[in-house]
């Protein structure tokens, strides 16, 4: 074995090492999966800097700055979608995997926690978790409204338009609750 081999695997293990100790200091004995955060870290890096190049090889020229009516748009759309993706019943199945059913929370929605093992752990925060989500979420709809802005801001529209209809279907029930004495 070559001096640089063995100079690079003494490295590697001072910092496996190193990654150890700081992970376990930083757990003061509770289960987190640093590793896992830092593979989401790195995919979501990665799936940025995509649609990031995709913007920029496709010539479409970038807004100055954000429009406030898009900003409001999009984030009533991040804010349902992330719900939606996070919490809905219907949306079970594709948590599943990576979740244990909990019990009901809340009007449609579930409360679900993450399976224990590695890999499946950090993927059912992320997917359990609305504000975790969201991040995915707004990204993911501001690379659409570069790319495709008709279709991204008709779907945006679609999901602004289910969330007004949430919020209205929650106060006529907390109406009929109070009216009624239920």
């Known amino acids: 074995?070559?001096?640089a081999t063995m100079t690079d695997s003494?490295?590697?293990r001072r910092l496996r090492g190193a990654l150890r100790r700081t992970s376990r200091d930083y757990a003061?004995?509770?289960?987190?999966p640093l590793g896992g955060y830092l593979a989401?870290?790195?995919?979501?890096?990665?799936?940025?800097a995509a649609w990031t190049t995709v913007v920029r090889r496709s010539g479409r020229?970038?807004?100055?700055?954000?429009e406030p009516w898009d900003v409001v748009l999009t984030s009533v759309a991040t804010f349902r979608l992330s719900r939606l993706l996070s919490k809905a019943s219907v949306t079970s199945p594709l948590r599943a995997p990576f979740t244990r059913?909990?019990?009901?929370q809340g009007p449609a929605e579930l409360h679900e926690e993450a399976q224990p093992e590695p890999g499946r752990h950090t993927v059912g925060e992320l997917a359990t978790?609305?504000?975790?989500m969201s991040v995915w979420v707004a990204s993911a709809l501001t690379a659409g409204r570069l790319l495709w802005p008709q279709a991204t801001r008709t779907a945006m529209g679609t999901l602004t338009a289910l969330a007004g209809a949430d919020a209205l279907q929650l106060a006529y029930g907390a109406l009929v609750d109070r009216t009624t004495g239920d």
Request: charged share 15%; proline share 15%.
């Open 1 to 3: 074995m070559g001096t």
């Open 10 to 12: 003494r490295l590697a």
């Open 28 to 32: 003061a004995g509770h289960d987190r």
């Open 40 to 48: 989401a870290i790195a995919g979501f890096a990665a799936c940025t």
């Open 61 to 66: 020229p970038l807004p100055e700055r954000p």
């Open 101 to 104: 059913y909990v019990g009901p």
């Open 129 to 132: 978790c609305p504000f975790c």
